[in-house]
Each structure stands twice: as C-alpha cells, then as structure tokens.
C-alpha cells in the first residue's frame, strides 16, 4: 500500500524543500522506493537534486495537460529515488486550475495511474494554501509540516492546521496530520527552546526528531546533493536519517 | 510625493516582514510618516507589531470590502507608524479578487483614498506572486527584493524578477525594481560570501547594507517590537538604520 506523505506549510522558508529531499532520500536509502513530486513553481527539490528538466513534461503537465505519472517521472541518479520535477509554467497551474472541473482532485487522478509502483510517495508544496497545495493534501494520506523553532513560524501553525481540517472535512477524509517537525533548531538560544516546548504542548504528535540548524544543509543544494551524499558524517545527515526511521515506524492517527 | 515601496520575493522565509517592520519603524524614527500595509494573510507584521486587530477592518476590508484608507489604519504605538494590520480573512482575498473587476489595481484605488497623508508606504507580501502580491505590485513606486544568502534563495531570484518585469509592462509603468537586499548573511561561512558575489554580479543595484544573520531578529518579533526598541545597540539595529538612509538617499532609476 503506498504511502502519499506531503510537506506543507504556508510559512515561508521552514524547511519543507529541505525535508521533501532528505527525508526521501533517507527512506530510499532503506529499501523503499520513492518518488518525489515537486509541486513548488519555485522547483527548488528540482534544483536541489541538480536535475535539468530541459523542455520534459513534468508536474505542470502531470496536473493540466494529458500526461501520465510514467511519463512525467525522472530517475535522479540516487538509487530507488526518482522525482517529477517542476518548471517554473506551475505557476500558471494555480490561475488555470480555478477553472478546471474537480479541480482540487488534479493531483488524486494523476496518482491513479501509476502510484503502486512506489513505495511512498513524497510532495513538495509551495509556500501557500493555494489550489497546487490544496490538490497535495487532497491526494495525500499524511502531512508532515515543518515549523522553524522561530516565533513567527509558530505563530501560522495554528491558521494551517484549520486548513488542514477543513481538506479533511471537504476533500480527504484520510488525511492525517502525522505531526509538525521542528526545524533550524538552535542550541544557543532560549527561543528555540521556547518554540519547541510550546509547539510539543500544542501537538503531542510533534515528530521526536528536531533537525538543528546546519550550515551544511544549506550547501549541499547548490551541490545538488542531499546532505548524506555531501557529508554522510554531519549531524544533519544523521538527524533526517533519525525521522525516516521515525516515519517508517509508527502512523499517528489523529 | 508619497513613495510606496513594496518588499515582495515569492521565496518564503527570506526576511520579507523582518525588512517591512524594521525598515518602517527606521524610516518613522527618522520624522517621516509612515504607513505600513501588512498583505500577507499569515499576518506576521502584524503580530510582529503586537497588533491585537480583533474585529477591526483590515485589508481585507480596503480590497473587497468598502472600507477607505482611514477605516482601516491604527496607531502601532511608534511614533509616525501606523498600520493597515491583516486577519486570515486575507486567504479568501486570492480566490475572491480572481472574479472582480480590475482585480490586479483594487491595491491601487484603494491607497487613492488618503495616501498623500504620508510620506512613505511600505507593504509586505506573502511568499507567492498571488492577486495579492500583483496588487501591491501594481500600485507600487518601487521593490526591494530581500534574498537569503543561501543558494536556494538565489535560485528564485531571476525568476521572480522576471515577474516584475511582467508587472511593469502590463500593470505598471513606473515600477522600479530598487535592489536585491541581501539577508541573514553568515560570515562564518563561505556559502554566504559566494551568494552575495553571485548577486551583486547579476544586479548591481543590489543594496550597499547587508543584514548579517542574528538571533536578536528572530527574538525582536515574540516581544512585538522592533529591533531598535527590542535592542536599540545591537548590529541588527544598526543595519536597518543603514537601510534607511540608503532608502532615503537614492532612487534607482534601473
Ligand atoms: N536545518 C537547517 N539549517 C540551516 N539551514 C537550513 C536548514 N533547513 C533548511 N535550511 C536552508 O534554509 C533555507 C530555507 O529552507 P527551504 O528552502 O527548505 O524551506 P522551504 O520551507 O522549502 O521554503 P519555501 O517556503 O520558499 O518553499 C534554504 O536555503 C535551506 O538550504
Ligand atoms: N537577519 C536575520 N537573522 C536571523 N533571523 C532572521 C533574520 N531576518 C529574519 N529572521 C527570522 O527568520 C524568519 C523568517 O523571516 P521573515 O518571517 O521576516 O521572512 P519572510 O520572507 O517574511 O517569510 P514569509 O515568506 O513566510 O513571509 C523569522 O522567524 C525571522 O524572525
Ligand atoms: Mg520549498
Ligand atoms: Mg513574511
């Protein structure tokens, strides 16, 4: 049965780019087979994996145009990881999707065609709650939301997690709020601290892994790299290693 | 001749609201008057401020609603800085403009109504280019652009410059793109360093001022102050002085 994992959250800069393509990569280096489907016109999981799209389909023509799962899907030279890659026309998806029919359901009718084939699947999403995340949520079975141990990070999860009700409700009755991941954790500073402890009170389903802030893991995009392939020994590495375990051992039903 | 200055990068995270509240609050400390529009339904600048809105008008309100300029503006307690504060009424906004007449200019009829009354106007965007972003654009005089110095944040920047080019042919004439302004810079890594070189290279507008990374400005925000009344000492402080006289002093004219 595969799992449809999305990375959301409309704050901006939080992580979710950097969760998508580690946490794939970690869970493919374990034996799962993985696609990862870039649904960001910013295409920054596209361009943090070095792939050059050229003129392929890729996520634009996955959701508006006739093309098939297998016909959008890249390998991305990591084994048992493969990716459908966006180019910057997604971001004429969200102005165009207004019109089509079942127009939040894009996404789940593309997947049809295909899906089994993955292990799990993994979603990136922009920094919105537009009609590209909307049809994330809508085709997925669990939401990951990455949240900056910073305070104004802290202060929209309550505002996505209404959202988060609400596609249940309308759109996806599975959809799980697997948990918020704490991001750029740092140890030197007591807000850290005060966002992690404020956001664990607030959700108990807070993912055990914190993933501290590493200059690391800001290099190794513009290597096209995942951080275990551009320094497998940091504590980043170790850290994304720590929630595919984490991921692959329980689902919180909440 | 009131200036309306926008700070808008669909790259999240970046230090968009950091820049509107703390650029606003320099330019007010410096005797202008000093309107600070918060068009972002996440309402950080708003919180950022400690503004408690309640069942207030909002932009919400000045977009789609019949609210004037004066309706919706309150006092932020700092001298010559008033604010038009966002609710998360503002996410319906995107999806409600789509339908409306003249949908990219409501931003720009509505600063009509009262705008003289200040010397300068600043708005701060959501990570995305919405209806809500084009409608700052489209009534702006000029951008700042704030970019991370991290490799995915230059990534978007040629793409989202190539929006604003979009914006002035088709919305807005007088749009001046005034500089990528350059953030969280980390001098004890080589990655900022190249980031920075790469910009400059690419836009030699981009802003003389460097924001150095630094907690205080993550802290400033949970105190709803400013980084001059959290920390008036400290380099972030002096940073966004420096910003404000380059604002003050030049316009590019690119
Ligand atoms: N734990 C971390 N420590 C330090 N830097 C990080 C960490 N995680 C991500 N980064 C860097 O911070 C920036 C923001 O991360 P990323 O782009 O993954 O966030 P995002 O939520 O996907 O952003 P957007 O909202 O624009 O999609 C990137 O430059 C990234 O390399
Ligand atoms: N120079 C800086 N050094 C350290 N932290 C910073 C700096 N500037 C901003 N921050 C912090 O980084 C986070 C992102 O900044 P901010 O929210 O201003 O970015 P943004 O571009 O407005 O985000 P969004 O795309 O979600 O609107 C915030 O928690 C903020 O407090
Ligand atoms: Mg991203
Ligand atoms: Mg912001």
Redesign the pocket.
């Known amino acids: 049965m595969t799992r449809t994992i999305v990375i959301a959250n ?5 992580g979710k780019t950097t969760t998508a393509i580690n946490l794939g990569d970690a869970l493919a280096r374990r034996g799962n087979k993985v696609l990862l489907i870039d649904c960001d016109p910013q295409a920054n999981a596209t361009a943090g994996l070095g792939i050059s799209v050229g003129d392929r389909p890729s996520t634009y023509d996955l959701l508006l145009g006739d093309a098939s799962l297998s016909d959008v899907t890249m390998p991305t030279g990591f084994d048992r990881l493969s990716i459908v890659p966006a180019t910057s026309d997604l971001a004429g998806a969200e102005v165009e999707l207004t019109a089509v029919m079942a127009r939040e359901s894009r996404m789940t009718q593309a997947l049809e065609g295909g899906i089994e084939a993955y292990d799990i699947v993994i979603i990136d999403c922009p ?1 919105s709650v537009g009609l590209l995340t909307i049809n994330a949520l809508t085709a997925a079975d669990e939401v990951i939301v990455p949240v ?1 141990c ?4 802290l202060e ?1 999860l309550g505002q996505f997690t209404s959202t988060l009700e609400l596609v249940r409700r309308n759109l996806n009755q599975k959809l799980r709020m697997r948990g918020p991941l704490l991001t750029m954790y740092d140890r030197r500073t007591t807000l850290s601290q005060q966002v992690a402890d404020e956001v664990r009170s607030h959700f108990p389903e807070t993912f055990q892994t914190v993933i501290a802030r590493s200059v690391r893991l800001g290099e190794a995009p513009s290597h096209g790299l995942p951080i275990h392939a551009y320094d497998p020994r940091s504590p980043a590495s170790a850290a994304y290693d720590a929630l595919a375990e984490e991921v692959l051992g329980t689902v919180t039903t909440v």
Not at 10 to 14: A, D, E, L, M, T
Not at 150 to 153: M, S, T
Request: hydrophobic letters at 25%; a neutral charge; glycine letters at 24%.
């Open positions: 409309q704050k901006g800069g939080v920094p900056q910073e305070y104004l990070a929209g």
